[in-house]
């Protein structure tokens, strides 16, 4: 019963730090090419980014192994990671960093992975949905993106912001009802967020 209880408010926190679009993946080779000879401060960014996916990946391992999953092999490839940031620190070269980053992503993403498939504990139902906020998460993030665009041309996007910051009030919303195994309330408040993200893009 212990590990049953620890299962649904751990695999919210997983899902959330798990869910990594491709597109990411795709704007990383982005940014190593375009960071080819301009100096340190762009390292220090991608070491930046990378240093935050190494948290996000200690908090996952952690809450796996508390929940009684062998992570020995993600803690190898945690601590490959962590060399990989060393090396970047010490000669100067964002592409380990990046690697480095990768390696702290794939930790997160088989954590989630490991958990999700110990089916008996979990409800497929809930997983289903914490995907679909995850998912709407990823959408509001683009729309806002574009109105930020928007906005430096000097449009008024004071509607859309006011829409989205309504979206993401629900989302916090939906993942408590979640975290409480609040199925049916998270999906009732899942289509009015959709809604009003859809309304924010229009």
Request: charged share 25%.
């Amino acid at each position: 019963m212990e590990r049953v209880t620890w299962v649904i408010p751990c695999i919210l926190v997983l899902s959330i730090l798990a869910y990594i679009p491709l597109a990411t993946y795709a704007y990383q080779g982005g940014v190593a090419y375009r960071l080819q000879g301009k100096g340190d401060e762009k390292l220090e960014q991608i070491i930046d980014l990378a240093e935050k996916a190494r948290i996000r990946a200690n908090v996952s391992l952690q809450i796996a192994q508390n929940l009684g999953f062998d992570i020995s092999r993600l803690r190898e490839m945690y601590n490959l990671g962590l060399q990989l940031m060393n090396r970047a620190l010490g000669e100067g070269n964002y592409s380990y960093a990046l690697q480095a980053m990768n390696a702290f992503r794939e930790c997160i993403r088989n954590s989630t992975k490991m958990i999700a498939e110990d089916k008996s504990n979990i409800s497929m139902g809930w997983i289903g949905l914490t995907v679909a906020v995850n998912r709407l998460e990823e959408f509001v993030e683009r729309v806002n993106e574009s109105a930020e665009a928007l906005e430096a041309y000097g449009v008024d996007v004071s509607s859309v912001e006011n829409l989205l910051k309504e979206v993401n009030d629900t989302i916090a919303e939906i993942k408590s009802l979640l975290a409480d195994g609040n199925v049916s309330g998270a999906a009732k408040l899942l289509g009015d967020a959709r809604a009003k993200a859809a309304e924010a893009l229009a």
